[in-house]
């Protein structure tokens, strides 16, 4: 019952390393987001996508980039670590053109940043 | 600030007991949604609200929005150790669907 994978649970990664976080989604949604969770904050946008080859900031997204070559991945790039990117990474996709009820997220990847 | 405020920051209760979890807006909210994250996992959805006076029911957990949009609760009956993660509402602060925002999330822990 594959829905919402994302390529690691657990990443470690030096400072100024380049980071990919790989998202793939099956349900054949056209909408896929990067949020990050952090602790009292809850979750940040950081970029969203409505097609293949399309997107659109989210509310934090300095130090991030994203890639949808295809329309099943969505990929958040960082160009070069920093401690301060430490933090669960979620990965969600829906049919609409937000994330809403019915909405699946991935389980997420734990990066810490060191 | 958070835009959707979310109290308590945590929660303890005992096995059995009733609880509630707010969330509240200053704005008018055109959707709100309740999600629960097991720790350190995804986020699994379980009710979508979007009508004032509205509330909906799923098993023993029961979700209200009020009549003015700007505040929901969560409320478990009888809560089980399964009840126990975390729990985020999610709203639209806009009817254009581009503005969702999530709170802060409440940590339920349930004692056997």
């Known amino acids: 019952d594959v829905k919402v994978t994302q390529s690691s649970r657990y990443l470690v990664k030096r400072t100024g390393e380049k980071v990919f976080l790989e998202c793939v989604q099956d349900m054949d949604h056209e909408n896929m987001f990067w949020y990050r969770q952090d602790p009292g904050l809850g979750l940040r946008l950081i970029y969203f996508s409505y097609d293949v080859k399309m997107k659109e900031k989210g509310d934090i997204p300095e130090g991030y980039s994203v890639s949808r070559e295809k329309k099943e991945r969505f990929s958040l790039i960082l160009e070069s670590a920093s401690t301060n990117q430490t933090s669960m990474y979620l990965c969600?996709?829906?049919?609409?053109?937000?994330?809403?009820?019915?909405?699946?997220f991935g389980p997420g990847t734990r990066l810490t940043v060191t | 600030s958070q835009e959707l405020e979310q109290s308590p920051q945590s929660l303890i209760v005992q096995e059995g007991k009733n609880l509630t979890i707010n969330c509240t807006s200053s704005k008018t909210l055109y959707g709100l949604y309740w999600y629960k994250q097991k720790y350190g996992e995804g986020l699994i959805f379980l009710m979508m609200l979007q009508k004032g006076g509205e509330e909906k029911s799923h098993e023993k957990i029961t979700a209200k929005l009020d009549e003015k949009k700007q505040q929901s609760s969560l409320h478990i009956t009888a809560s089980q150790p399964s009840h126990a993660g975390i729990y985020l509402c999610?709203?639209?602060?806009?009817?254009?669907?581009?503005?969702?925002?999530f709170g802060a999330g409440t940590r339920l822990t349930v004692k056997p």
């Open positions: 999610g709203a639209d602060m806009a009817p254009n669907n581009n503005d969702m925002r």
């Open positions: 969600a996709s829906s049919f609409w053109s937000r994330v809403s009820g019915g909405a699946d």
